[in-house]
């Protein structure tokens, strides 16, 4: 795993990879809506992961020498798998056959809100100040600007279903993120998100052919193929190189800053690739989201910082 080393090193290297995982994810929204047009969505998502995690875990068992996951690890990782990339991966790419790119990785992007409200409501953690009240309203605002927009387009059969599905996945997205934090193991994160990968694959290769027709690998096409090989090697290879490594280099304030652009770059990249409808009024809702979604987090940071360090996550 070398693709760090070749990264300028301190914050340079840092804000290098921010900028590598905050293009290749905004775009893997688009790889993705390209790939599902003409394969069904959770097979491919299947596919995505196996190659993805494959790699990774192929890598640290017989490079690194690393041994195989413990039972308590092992436990850890199902369920951060079927969370991340089951629920919230699987379902969210499904979700592109019905929704616009942009919504889709807009929903996507409100995870810390509804961590904000899952932690105060069933964990009694009272994490709201004012300015999270204000974040709140300004994102639930800009949502509401890009559906009322939204409203006014013809949309395909399936619409509403499509907003359910990429919903439910960014609550999942939500639910693990607060069980990192309350469930945390000591294991290498690369190997870790290779294993999450790979379990993945196989219980969404399951759910493929259950709830949807999967099609023979020889009937895939060029273009759906060359789609996926831009999601592993960039989104699943790349991607996660470059966003641990800019955890390291950078403080989590700024390293996190990616959730904020990769919406916007998923918009624009729909726009001009797969001609789907950008207006002023979709572009404002989504900046007003995202100034929301960022005071959320800039408030809960600093109300933890006036108690106890910040872990990090």
Known sequence: MNISKNLPKGRAGGYLALGITSIVWGTTWVASKIAVMDMPALQMASIRQFFGGSFFVVFFLFYKKIGLPSKKQFG????????????????????????????????GA?????????ERFFFKVKNMTPLTFVGLLLG???????????????????FLFGVLLSVTA???WSVGTIFIVRNKVNMNPYYATGWQMLIG??????????????????????????????LVLAGSLLAFVAFIYSMKKLPAAVSSLYA?????????????????KLTMNILWGA???????????????RNREKIIAEPEL
Do not use: C, R
Request: proline fraction near 5%; charged fraction near 5%.
């Open 76 to 107: 850890w990782l199902l369920m951060m798998s079927l969370l991340m990339f089951v629920m919230a991966n699987g379902l969210s790419t499904w979700s592109l056959n019905y929704i616009p790119t942009g919504l889709s990785a807009l929903i």
């Open 110 to 118: 409100l995870y810390p809100l509804s961590v904000v409200i899952i």
């Open 140 to 158: 639930i605002t800009g949502i509401g600007i890009v559906f009322y927009e939204n409203a006014f387009q013809k949309h395909p059969d399936g």
């Open 170 to 172: 960014m609550l999942a």
């Open 201 to 230: 694959s196989f219980i969404l290769f399951i759910a493929a052919h259950t709830f949807q027709p999967a099609v023979p690998l020889a009937a895939i096409t060029t273009k759906s193929w060359l789609a996926i090989t831009y």
């Open 260 to 276: 904020y652009i990769n919406p916007l770059v998923a918009m624009v990249a729909a726009y001009f690739v797969v001609d789907e």
């Open 287 to 301: 900046i007003v989201t995202l100034v929301g979604v960022f005071l959320v987090n800039y408030s809960i940071k």
